[in-house]
Nanobody, 124 residues
Framework: QVQLVESGGGLVQTGGSLRLSCAAS????????MGWFRQAPGKERQFVAS????????MYADSVKGRFTVSRDNAKNTVSLQMNSLKPEDTAVYYC?????????????????WGQGIQVTVSS
């Protein structure tokens, strides 16, 4: 059974940084692309960043490009999202997800497994 567990969320001031981590279990981690999505209150879940199974290909939403960095450690079955220069509009519940394919996607419906989500709040 695939399990994804996020950690590292919390409250931070505008301009600050947070690092989210997602620990995966129950599948051959390196064969799965990983993604991060977020959902603010009253809004749809939206793509943030993703990374291919080997880590060589990444994608970012325009709103986070240059501020966020996604990475993975296949030896430790973890994927991380380093978030710098945080803004109040980054406030949301952040979800880690996995896709049963090598290459990732921006499409929410292409991901097979999801974590429970973790709150990130950026105060102004």
């Amino acid at each position: 059974q695939v399990q994804l567990v996020e950690s590292g969320g919390g409250l931070v001031q505008t301009g600050g940084s947070l690092r989210l981590s997602c620990a995966a279990s129950g599948h051959t981690f390196g064969g799965y692309a990983m993604g991060w999505f977020r959902q603010a209150p009253g809004k749809e879940r939206q793509f943030v960043a993703s990374i291919s199974g080997g880590g060589g290909a990444t994608m970012y939403a325009d709103s986070v490009k240059g501020r966020f960095t996604v990475s993975r450690d296949n030896a430790k079955n973890t994927v991380s999202l380093q978030m710098n220069s945080l803004k109040p509009e980054d406030t949301a519940v952040y979800y880690c997800c996995s896709k049963r394919a090598y290459y990732s996607s921006r499409r929410l419906d292409e991901y097979d497994h999801w974590g429970q989500g973790i709150q990130v709040t950026v105060s102004s």
